[in-house]
Structure formats: structure tokens, C-alpha cells
């Protein structure tokens, strides 16, 4: 049991990194634009649809100091983690339904979209907080259904 969660905390953590590698190209590289995003979600002068997106902006606030290196470590920090705790939820998720081998290979086939995924604008969601939130919603679903069917049964 050890071996197995060690192996898909490595896979994980290996491809949260890979993620930060793909983010810190692109922030480092557009970190104007980044602060720039930054301070006008907070102070609510963004124009639409990034008006409406200020979860990751406010969330990261407290770890920027205004200078452009602490926009870019807050914002790779926040992708790193929400990256890993997306394929963490996505596979709890798939384990619903399929054995682990399964599921991991899913969360894999996600895993190398996920650049696709995070870099196409105004059809894609903008951040891994966003899927995190999805997967929630649907364990709540989840939960739901299971404790209506459950109660529907005869004794």
C-alpha cells in the first residue's frame, strides 16, 4: 500500500512540475501582463471576462509584495498546487468507477492535455482551481444521489 501511494505521489509531483515548467515560461515571460491582470481583477477594474475571475487573484494576494518576482512565485506556487490537487481529485474521482490502474491512466491522458488545456483562451477554463471546483461539485453529486437511493430502498 505504501509503495502505491509513494508511486502516485511521484506521479503527481512530477507532473505538477512539469505544469510549473510550462507556467514559469509563461509568466516569466509576460510578467508585466501578469501584474497588470493581477491589480486590475483586485481592484475591480478589469474589463469582461476576467472581471468575474477574481478566486486566484485574491487567493495569491497575501504572497505578493509588488514586486514582479513575488507575482510570478505567488502565481507558479498557486498553479503547482492546484495542478496536483486537481489530478488528485480526478482520480479519486475515476476511482468510482474503475480499479486504480485505470484511473491513474486517466488521470495521465488529462495530465498530458493539461497544457492544451490551461493555454487555449476564451475556450478553456483558466486555471486548475476551476476543475478542482468541478470535481467537487460532482462528489457532492455524488453524495446526494447516493444518500437519495439509498433511502428509496424497501427495509
Given at each position: 500500500m505504501l509503495k502505491?501511494?509513494?508511486?502516485?505521489?511521484?506521479?503527481?509531483?512530477h507532473i505538477a512540475l512539469y505544469m510549473w515548467n510550462i507556467e514559469a515560461r509563461k509568466h516569466i515571460q509576460d510578467v508585466s501582463l501578469l501584474m497588470q491582470l493581477h491589480n486590475e481583477?483586485?481592484?475591480?477594474?478589469?474589463?469582461?471576462?476576467y472581471l468575474y475571475r477574481v478566486l486566484v487573484p485574491y487567493v495569491l494576494s497575501p504572497l505578493i509584495d509588488g514586486t514582479p518576482r513575488s507575482y510570478?512565485?505567488?502565481?507558479?506556487?498557486?498553479?503547482?498546487?492546484?495542478?496536483?490537487?486537481?489530478?488528485?481529485?480526478?482520480?479519486?474521482?475515476c476511482l468510482v468507477f474503475v480499479n486504480e490502474t485505470y484511473a491513474m491512466l486517466g488521470v495521465l491522458l488529462?495530465?498530458?492535455?493539461?497544457?492544451?488545456?490551461?493555454?487555449?483562451?476564451?475556450?478553456s477554463v483558466s486555471t486548475p482551481l476551476e476543475v478542482c471546483l468541478w470535481l467537487l461539485g460532482l462528489f457532492?453529486?455524488?453524495?446526494i444521489?447516493?444518500?437519495r437511493s439509498s433511502s428509496s430502498l424497501p427495509p
Open positions: 502505491r501511494v509513494c508511486f502516485f505521489a511521484f506521479i503527481f509531483l481583477t483586485v481592484n475591480g477594474t478589469m474589463a469582461e471576462p510570478v512565485i505567488a502565481y507558479l506556487l498557486g498553479d503547482t498546487l492546484a495542478s496536483m490537487a486537481m489530478l488528485w481529485l480526478l482520480f479519486k474521482w488529462v495530465a498530458f492535455t493539461m497544457p492544451l488545456m490551461m493555454n487555449w483562451w476564451f475556450y457532492c453529486l455524488k453524495h444521489w447516493d444518500s
